[in-house]
């Protein structure tokens, strides 16, 4: 029981050690032939995918932009119906005072 423990954490040690070199294009620190297909194509790849996650964020940024800008609007349309609210409420309560003195 006690190995199979070990075995377990030691996976989930590895594991978490590959993730971290995941954005690495020589994370084993072995040597490369760099002028190979392979390793060339893994270049192209990781660019490719430093793009994407580039767009992704300039896209994720932009959308939380309009979304506090629409925010903003929406937050002083709201503070407007609760002073409309709030008059209507004081009307009422006057007229309500008014009545039960009668």
Not at 22 to 32: I, T, Y
Not at 56 to 84: C, D, I, L, P, V
Request: proline share 1%; net charge negative; glycine share 4%.
């Amino acid at each position: 029981m006690y190995c199979d423990c070990l075995s377990e954490q030691l996976a989930a040690q590895e594991e978490s050690q590959k993730k971290r070199k995941k954005g690495q294009l020589n994370g084993d620190r072995l040597p490369r032939l760099l002028t190979s297909n392979e390793f060339y194509n893994c270049v192209v790849e990781h660019q490719k995918n430093l793009d994407e996650e580039k767009m992704a964020q300039e896209n994720h940024r932009r959308q939380r932009q309009e979304q506090s800008g629409m925010m903003a609007t929406w937050k002083g349309a709201e503070e407007t119906w609760k002073k409309q609210n709030q008059e209507r409420q004081e009307v009422y309560c006057e007229v309500l005072r008014l009545w039960i003195e009668e």
